[in-house]
């Protein structure tokens, strides 16, 4: 089964400073996609960032990019220069290529930005 | 560029009530999804479409859920009758493709009292 973990329900940052969630997934398969998804207020889901299992380099957009360690399994994103529009619930999922398949979603990391 | 249309935006209704659910996906998206989101179980994958056909019902959570899809760019989600324990933020995504990015919608929010 996949799962997918975010071990910090709750981070902090000062705006303009650099803040960085953890995720971590389990999967035997070796083709992937992962996604992270960030949650306002609001409720609308609006995708951040995504990495295809395959390619080794991390994927950036703009002030967010990502540590993916495929061997760990892991896939944090770094958010730069913190805004105080990034606050938000920041979600990891998980989805094997190959199958027209749902997503798994970890549980979720609220992140504040301090002014 | 109109993203993933759902209504109601919020609904509140008492129990034993019929809700429905309606998404309109973007356009030329082949793939369709009803997510639950709640604070227990966090987001979960109800049932998901593939050119109008449904795949996958597993997670739709008993008999008084139902979706259906009668073409391309409209889906529904029916609830009948309804329980509080139905209330929660239902999300409808759509993709393009396997491998494309899901795109959400900003989901419904229902209440059941």
């Known amino acids: 089964a996949q799962t997918v973990t975010q071990s910090q329900p709750e981070m902090s940052v000062q705006e303009a400073e650099t803040v960085t969630l953890s995720c971590t997934y389990d999967?035997?398969?070796?083709?992937?996609?992962l996604f992270w998804y960030k949650q306002p207020p609001s409720r609308q889901m609006i995708l951040v960032i995504r990495?295809?299992?395959?390619?080794?380099q991390n994927a950036t957009e703009n002030r967010f990019s990502v540590n993916f360690q495929k061997a760990a399994k892991s896939f944090s994103l770094k958010i730069s220069d913190s805004q105080l529009g990034d606050a938000a619930m920041y979600f990891c999922?998980?989805?094997?290529?190959?199958?027209?398949?749902?997503?798994?979603f970890g549980a979720g990391t609220r992140l504040t930005v301090k002014p | 560029d109109a993203g993933v249309i759902q209504s109601p935006r919020h609904e509140v209704t008492e129990m034993g009530q019929e809700v429905t659910l309606r998404c309109k996906p973007i356009?030329?998206?082949?793939?369709l999804f009803w997510y639950r989101q709640t604070m227990m179980r966090g987001l979960e994958l109800l049932i998901y479409?593939?050119?109008?056909?449904?795949?996958?019902d597993s997670g739709m959570p008993e008999d008084r859920f139902s979706a259906k899809m009668p073409n391309a760019s409209f889906s529904t989600l029916k609830i009948q009758p309804s329980e509080p324990r139905d209330s929660a933020v239902y999300f409808c995504?759509?993709?393009?493709?396997?491998?494309?990015?899901?795109?959400f919608g900003e989901g419904s929010w229902l209440t059941v009292v």
């Open positions: 995504a759509s993709r393009t493709g396997a491998g494309n990015t899901i795109y």
């Open positions: 990495q295809e299992a395959y390619k080794q």
């Open positions: 999922a998980y989805r094997i290529s190959y199958n027209n398949n749902d997503m798994r």
């Open positions: 479409f593939n050119n109008n056909v449904p795949i996958d």
């Open positions: 356009s030329g998206h082949n793939s």
């Open positions: 999967t035997s398969e070796s083709d992937y996609y």
